[in-house]
C-alpha cells in the first residue's frame, strides 16, 4: 500500500495537468468538428444525396486540411518549451514566424483547390457523377475556409503553447452558435433564406470559421498580456534558422497527418467505388469515430505542452510518468467510448439520417453493422494519437513519421483493399483494415515513446 501511494504521488500532479490543459482543447477541438458534424446531420436529413456528396467533399478536403493544419502544430513544442524558460524574444519570434509561414501556406491551399474543383469531374472519376456534381458547389465554400481555419490554428497552437487553453472553446462556441443558425436557414430555407441543401452548409462552414478566427483574434488584442507579442511583431527580426526550425519539426508532423487522414480518404473512395449506400453508411460510422478521436487528440495535445515544458526544465524521470498516465487515461476512455457504442449502435445512425428517405432501412442496417468494427479499434485509435502528442512534445518526429507511413499505407490501406475487393468483403474489408492499421500504429508508437524514455533516463545517470 504505501507502494501503490508513492507511485501515484508520482503520476498525480502530471495527471491534473493534463486534464487541466486537455479539457478546454476538447471543448475547442469538439467545436470546430461540430462544423463538419452539424453538416453533416443536416444534409443528411435534406436527402441521402446530399449526405454522399457531402462526405466525398469531406473527404478530399480534409485529407489536406489537416496535413496542413499539421504544420502549425510544430508552433506548440517550441513555445512551451520558450515559455517554461520565460524567453519572452523567442515567443515573440516564432508567433511572427509562425504566422508568417502559415498564412502563406494557407493562401497557396486557397489557390489550390480552386483549381481543383472545376477539375472533380475527372479527377474524381471512379466516383457516381451526381455525387461529384452535387459536391463542387459545397467544396468551392470549403476551398475558402481554408483561409480563416489555418489563421486560427497557427494562433491557437501558439496561446495553447502558453498554456492558455481555455480561449480555442470560448472561440469555438462563437463559431458554432453562428454556424447552427445559419445551417438550418441556408440548408432548409427557414427563417426568409433560401433553401441551398448543400451549398447552404459550405456557406454557413465559410462564415462560421471566419468568426471563430476573428473572435480569436479580438481575444488575444484585448488579452494585455497576450498583446505585447502582437505588439512586438512590428519589430522582431526575420531569421532563416527559425523558419527552418519550423519546418523541421512541421513538415514530419503534418506528413504525419497526411498519411493518416489520407487513409481514411483512401477508405472513403474504396466505399464511394462500392456504392453510394456504403459511402453514405461509411460516413456515418466516420463521424462517430471522429467524435471518439478528438478526444483522444485534445489530450495528446495537452501531453505535448506537458513534456515539452517538462523536457525544458531538465526534469527527465517525469517524462515516463506524465506520459504513461496520460496513455493510460486515454485508453481507459477509449475502453469506455467503445462499450457505449456498441450499446447504443442501433440508435446513433438515426441521427444521420431522414426514416422517409429511399435508402433509410439499407443505410442504417450497413451503418450499425460497421458500428461494431469500429468500437473495436477505439483503443488502437485514440492510443496512436495519444503517443504522436507524446512525441512531439520530445520533439522526436521523424521516426514516427517512417511508423505511421509503414502502419496505414504499407498495411492498413493494402489490406483495405485487398479485404474489400480480393476476399468480396466490400466495406467491412474496408474498416477491419483500417483497423488493423490503428493497431500496428499504436504498437510501434508504444515502443518508440518507451525507448525514448529509457534513452534520456540514462543520459543523466551518467
Known amino acids: 500500500m504505501p507502494y501503490l501511494t508513492q507511485t501515484w504521488s508520482a503520476y498525480k500532479p502530471h495527471f491534473k495537468t493534463i486534464l487541466h490543459l486537455g479539457y478546454p482543447i476538447l471543448v475547442g477541438q469538439m467545436g470546430f468538428m461540430l462544423i463538419v458534424l452539424t453538416d453533416v446531420v443536416m444534409v443528411g436529413h435534406f436527402s441521402s444525396l446530399a449526405l454522399a456528396a457531402s462526405a466525398l467533399g469531406n473527404g478530399v478536403f480534409y485529407a489536406a ?12 513544442p517550441p513555445v512551451a518549451e520558450a515559455d517554461a524558460l520565460n524567453d519572452k524574444q523567442c515567443l515573440t519570434s516564432l508567433l511572427g514566424h509562425g504566422f508568417l509561414l502559415f498564412g502563406g501556406m494557407s493562401l497557396l491551399t486557397l489557390a489550390f483547390f480552386l483549381a481543383f474543383v472545376p477539375n472533380a469531374d475527372w479527377i474524381l472519376a471512379a466516383q457516381r457523377p451526381e455525387v461529384v456534381a452535387a459536391a463542387k458547389p459545397y467544396m468551392n465554400y470549403l ?12 494562433l491557437e497552437q501558439f496561446v495553447e503553447g502558453l498554456s492558455r487553453t481555455k480561449i480555442s472553446m470560448v472561440a469555438n462556441v462563437a463559431g458554432n452558435v453562428v454556424h447552427l443558425f445559419l445551417n438550418y436557414a441556408l440548408i432548409f430555407g427557414e427563417l426568409g433564406f433560401p433553401q441551398m441543401g448543400l451549398e447552404g452548409a ?21 488579452s494585455k498580456d497576450l498583446v505585447i507579442y502582437v505588439r512586438q511583431l512590428a519589430v522582431f527580426r526575420l531569421e532563416k534558422s527559425v ?3 519550423l519546418l523541421r519539426l512541421g513538415v514530419p508532423i503534418a506528413m504525419q497527418m497526411l498519411f493518416e487522414v489520407m487513409t481514411f480518404s483512401a477508405c472513403m473512395l474504396m466505399s464511394g467505388h462500392i456504392g453510394k449506400i456504403e459511402l453514405a453508411a461509411h460516413q456515418i460510422v466516420l463521424n462517430v469515430s471522429i467524435i471518439t478521436y478528438l478526444v483522444a487528440a485534445s489530450f495528446g495535445q495537452s501531453a505535448t505542452i506537458v513534456l515539452a ?33 456498441m450499446i447504443f449502435k442501433t440508435f446513433i445512425p438515426l441521427m444521420y439520417l431522414d426514416v422517409q428517405d429511399i435508402n433509410f432501412h439499407e443505410i442504417h442496417w450497413l451503418a450499425t453493422a460497421l458500428m461494431f468494427i469500429m468500437a473495436l479499434y477505439q483503443v488502437a485509435d485514440g492510443a496512436q494519437v495519444l503517443l504522436l502528442g507524446i512525441l512531439r512534445g520530445l520533439q522526436d518526429v521523424r521516426v514516427p513519421t517512417y511508423l505511421t507511413l509503414f502502419s496505414y499505407w504499407v498495411v492498413g490501406i493494402p ?3 485487398c479485404l474489400a475487393f480480393w476476399l468480396d468483403m466490400g466495406v467491412y474489408g474496408v474498416w477491419w483494415g483500417l483497423c488493423l492499421g490503428l493497431m ?3 504498437s510501434l508508437l508504444f515502443w518508440r515513446s518507451q525507448r525514448l524514455y529509457k534513452q534520456r533516463e540514462r543520459l543523466i545517470s551518467h
Open 65 to 76: 486540411l489537416f496535413a496542413l493544419g499539421g504544420f502549425t502544430f510544430a508552433l506548440k
Open 143 to 154: 476551398a475558402f475556409s481554408c483561409v480563416p481555419y489555418l489563421l486560427y490554428h497557427t
Open 202 to 222: 459550405g456557406i454557413s462552414t465559410l462564415v462560421s470559421r471566419t468568426v471563430i478566427f476573428l473572435t480569436f483574434l479580438a481575444y488575444i488584442i484585448f
Open 243 to 245: 523558419f527552418l526550425r
Open 309 to 341: 515544458r517538462l523536457a525544458a526544465q531538465g526534469q527527465e524521470k517525469a517524462l515516463r510518468y506524465a506520459g504513461n498516465i496520460a496513455l493510460a487515461w486515454v485508453v481507459l476512455l477509449m475502453v469506455i467510448f467503445g462499450v457505449l457504442i
Open 415 to 417: 489490406m483495405a483493399y
Open 440 to 442: 500496428l500504429s499504436a
